[in-house]
């Protein structure tokens, strides 16, 4: 339904600010929803930001009856839709998470759902500042905000996904009050990882900065009131400053420091229900498993598994569930997690939120753990090969370029193995050009010399002369089949994954050895459960390794199964 804008034409003849106190449109039901009545309403922080928030109560409910709150603080609930996915005649309210009320019946449940614009962005005023104080102080107002409005019983949850995820990260950092639970899929750790891993840039390391700072310049939608529009209108100075810090590369920076939540939410007992992508190829789970197992408490969940950027009810365009599980299984998950921590209920929906991970392996079988790394887990320490490689940033993990640097093969194993966890990798090279790269690349290799990824990492070699890493690579829980053999590569470029800057010197590897993180005990009881779309396209994109390097093999330690 199409709302009629109050009268404030005065204001934004004036452009003068916004009234310090909540200022509230008259209700409407909410556009396409009968089982919402949406109210706009602009509240203060306490650095003076003006932040504009939508609210959705469950239709024909009177408004002194108090329901907990799902919050979704966010970059993305703009009424115009943004600069990415811009439609300047779209009826309010964004309709970003319609998908979780509608799947989860949340409104219909009893709770208020509330969109709140972060500082820069949608009809918000302020600034942007991709994760740092400002955007981290005005989560924390806005749980405070929404705990303390009459028709809220003061229990609050952030729900969100990537960058509205990132939020609900802050809130388990800055932990305000009335913050009962946050789910987090697929979120970012760290602004420093999002763009680099250890001084090597990704892609969007650029295009990101730019791309947010385009969000703050987009209008609202043209159905918006003077009032959203005059509030968020831009503040330009903020945008080169920001683009400008994001280029550091050096994560121990203090504008870096200020945007690591690993360290800030360690030790937190609030109630986190979290989704990781092992191939993530946006948010991707450098940093991820630290960040979980920092988490304290007994009411932790992580649902991390074979997928992408994907939300856990997703499905693709041919309708298969993006997971390998039903749509509704993580819906269903997601309700009683809000239950159980927003309603206290004890019933049969609650039960369902039962803390652990439940995890889905390269086989595309789900399957419970109390934890993740599992706890019969048992690290295994193997000496690799030494030698050079070409820093010419020509080699990529998979397709033709694949194989270049320097190889550690096993022999074929006698018997399967289960990696579960982060190999880590210690290295010590030599370099006569400062700047120079490294990346290590773990390998299933199939007999006929086919190899699957299991893991990266990489590390920009800042000096010239010696240096020894130990790198933490990415997790995963991969399978690997009897007759297969494990590969490490060390090489000066995953250029399919990283953007490298090539020295075109030759770095000399003078010691290395992986731990490869092995279960020990064999898994039997799975879940429901099958493979990704995702899962799939990983699968057909292999490396061949060449048959000399399989004739040398190297001595591997391998964990036996039992």
């Known amino acids: 339904m199409r709302r009629t804008p109050p009268g404030t034409a005065l204001l934004a003849l004036a452009a003068v600010p916004l009234l310090a106190s909540a200022l509230a449109h008259a209700p409407v039901q909410a556009a396409e929803r009968e089982d919402a009545t949406w109210t706009e309403v602009y509240f203060r922080t306490p650095d003076g930001t003006t932040l504009h ?129 946050v789910v987090a899929m697929e979120p970012v750790f760290s602004g420093y990882s999002y763009l680099y891993n250890r001084g090597v840039r990704f892609a969007n390391s650029v295009g990101t900065p730019v791309v947010f700072q385009a969000n703050d310049l987009f209008p609202g939608s043209l159905a918006d009131s003077p009032d959203y529009q005059l509030t968020g209108a831009p503040l330009t ?35 986190v229900l979290l989704t990781q992508g092992f191939l993530e190829t946006n948010t991707k789970p450098d940093r991820a498993f ?19 950027h994907v ?58 753990e109390a934890v993740w790394p599992p706890s019969d887990v048992r690290s295994l320490h193997t000496v690799l090969e030494t030698g050079s490689y070409a820093d010419d940033g020509a080699n990529t993990a998979t397709g033709p370029d694949a194989g270049q640097g320097v190889w550690s093969v096993s022999a074929p194993l006698r018997r399967p193995a289960w990696i579960a966890g982060e190999p880590v990798l210690d290295i010590s090279v030599t370099t006569t050009l400062p700047r120079a790269n490294l990346v290590g690349l773990v390998y299933d290799i199939a007999p006929d010399g086919t190899a699957t990824v299991i893991s990266r ?73 099958e493979s990704t779309p995702r899962l799939e396209e990983h699968l057909a994109d292999t490396a061949t390794v060449p048959a000399e390097v399989l004739d040398e093999p190297v001595r591997f330690r391998v964990a036996r199964l039992r």
């Open 290 to 308: 630290d960040y979980w197992s920092g988490l304290r408490g007994s009411h932790n969940i992580g649902w991390f598994g074979q997928f992408d």
């Open 53 to 181: 928030a939508d609210v959705l109560r469950p239709a024909g409910l009177a408004d002194d009856v108090a329901t907990p709150v799902v919050l979704t603080v966010s970059p993305y609930t703009s009424h115009s839709g943004g600069a990415s996915e811009p439609d300047l005649m779209a009826e309010p309210p964004s309709e970003r998470f319609y998908d979780f009320l509608d799947l989860t019946g949340a409104l219909d449940e009893g709770y208020t759902y509330v969109m709140v614009d972060l500082p820069g962005t949608g009809g918000s005023g302020g600034c942007n500042d991709w994760g740092g104080p400002a955007e981290q102080g005005a989560v924390e107002a806005a749980v405070e905000w929404a705990a303390d409005q009459p028709w809220s019983t003061g229990r609050v949850a952030l729900l969100g996904k990537s960058y509205d995820a990132w939020t609900g990260l802050m809130g388990v950092s800055r932990r305000p009050e009335g913050l009962a639970a």
């Open 457 to 529: 990492g990489t590390q920009l070699v800042r000096d010239a002369g010696t240096t020894s890493y130990s790198l933490s690579l990415y997790g995963q829980d991969w399978r690997l089949a009897r007759g297969h053999r494990i590969g490490v590569l060390l090489s000066g470029a995953d250029a399919g994954w990283w953007v490298h800057t090539p020295t075109g010197s030759d770095v000399v590897v003078d010691e290395a050895a992986i731990r490869l993180p092995f279960l020990t005990r064999e898994r039997r009881r799975f879940l429901d459960g």
């Open 311 to 368: 939300r856990g009810w997703e499905t693709d365009p041919e309708g298969r569930p993006q997971v390998g599980r039903d749509p509704m299984v993580f819906a269903r998950l997601v309700e009683a997690f809000l239950d159980k921590h927003l309603l206290g209920e004890r019933g049969r929906s609650v039960r369902a939120a039962r803390p652990g991970v439940q995890v889905q392996d390269n086989l595309g079988r789900w399957r419970r």
């Open 237 to 271: 100075p903020c945008h080169a400053l920001n683009i400008l810090q994001q280029q550091d590369d050096v994560e121990e920076s203090s504008f870096w420091a200020e945007r690591d939540l690993v360290q800030t939410s360690r030790g937190s007992r609030l109630p």
